[in-house]
């Protein structure tokens, strides 16, 4: 599967951004869990948001994005987006979407080391 991901920039503090990310290899892989994940400078790569896979819809955020972002399947299941408001610095990191994991959602599953295919990352930098 190739994933690519879109949609970072640079914004500032309070301002929003929309990243996406689209897979390829064939319809079945459009239903499988799909996540985001972002990587500061000297940081470990963390999860940040994750929609469950098949029809199940439940998503998870992590507590330092709820109620700012929200993950979403587009019509074209081969798409999740991801939506960022009241952006704030500590945001700024390179930000990667990634599949063929855990069907679950979780704080538990949510670790970089369960998804197997990963998007090459975008930058968002939040600065004013």
Request: hydrophobic fraction near 30%; proline fraction near 5%.
């Amino acid at each position: 599967v190739q994933l690519q991901a879109f949609g970072g920039g640079s914004v500032q503090p309070g301002g929003y951004l929309r990243l996406a990310c689209t897979t390829s290899g064939g319809p079945r892989r459009n239903y499988n869990t799909r996540a985001w994940f972002r990587q500061a400078p000297g940081k470990e790569r963390e999860g940040v948001s994750c929609i469950n896979g098949g029809d199940d819809g439940r998503v998870w955020h992590a507590d330092s994005v709820k109620g700012r972002f929200t993950i979403s399947r587009g019509n074209a299941k081969n798409t999740v987006y991801l939506q960022m408001n009241s952006l704030e610095p500590e945001d700024t990191a390179v930000y990667y979407c990634a599949t063929d994991g855990p069907s679950q959602c979780g704080i538990m599953t949510m670790q970089p080391h369960w998804f197997s295919s990963w998007g090459q990352g975008t930058q968002v930098t939040v600065s004013s």
